[in-house]
């Protein structure tokens, strides 16, 4: 049983360049989320949904967006990437409220 | 506006001891409310949670207890080991909405 796996696990980028992390589990979970963390800091909350075809925002979703066309895949796409997007993303999912989250390992991202 | 704040950003303690991990939240909407465990280059992983209905809840060596007057919460790990060196972080949520979490305490078990 996998979990939640992201990919890649590490990235750098020039300003201006785009790209998209990807994000998948395959625990059947209805919720899943994108969180950022910057260093000593908690987890931001960029973008979640609660089930297929349905998005919402998040505390911090400017220069981002997201798509959920399938259960299992919830891609994070980042357009025109600024130094200050430079941190650690992490995706999660849960089943519900009562349940706690499954995070994936995380992918550093480097603006440069 | 920090709802969820972890005023402490380490803890050393040593093996064999009591760990105290505090939390507190602004928001008195909160009814749900955990605890995470991550270690460098990975995740974080679940460790315990709490309902606003219950005052503790316990998991082996780790007890969460809340205090909903006082707006608080703590983790309580006993006996403490060198492999619980983790960052911790609080977390806690309103209803069936995202959490919202602290900012968190790096914990440090000697041996």
């Known amino acids: 049983n996998a979990g939640v796996t992201q990919t890649p696990k590490f990235r750098i980028l020039k300003i201006g360049q785009s790209m998209t992390l990807q994000c998948t589990q395959d625990?059947?979970?209805?919720?899943m989320y994108w969180y950022r963390q910057d260093p000593g800091m908690g987890l931001k909350l960029i973008y979640y949904?609660?089930?297929?075809?349905?998005?919402d925002k998040g505390e911090v979703p400017n220069g981002y967006n997201v798509s959920r066309s399938t259960t299992e895949d919830f891609p994070l796409r980042l357009e025109l990437a600024a130094p200050s997007q430079t941190s650690v993303y992490f995706c999660a999912s849960r089943q519900g409220q009562l349940y706690g989250y499954t995070f994936g390992s995380g992918t550093r991202l480097t603006v440069v | 506006d920090q709802q969820v704040k972890q005023n402490s950003p380490s803890l050393s303690v040593q093996e064999g001891r009591i760990s105290i991990l505090n939390c507190d939240y602004t928001n008195s909407m909160f009814d749900y409310f955990l605890w995470y465990k991550k270690y460098p280059a990975e995740g974080p992983t679940f460790l315990i949670s709490?309902?606003?209905?219950?005052d503790k809840n316990e998991d082996g060596r780790f007890t969460v207890f809340l205090n909903k007057s006082a707006k608080h919460l703590s983790l309580h790990i006993v006996p403490s080991q060198p492999g619980d060196s983790a960052v911790y972080f609080c977390a806690a949520s309103p209803g069936n909405t995202p959490l919202v979490f602290g900012k968190g305490t790096r914990l440090s078990v000697i041996a």
């Open positions: 949904s609660v089930g297929a075809g349905i998005t």
């Open positions: 709490i309902s606003s209905i219950k």
């Open positions: 625990m059947n979970h209805n919720y």
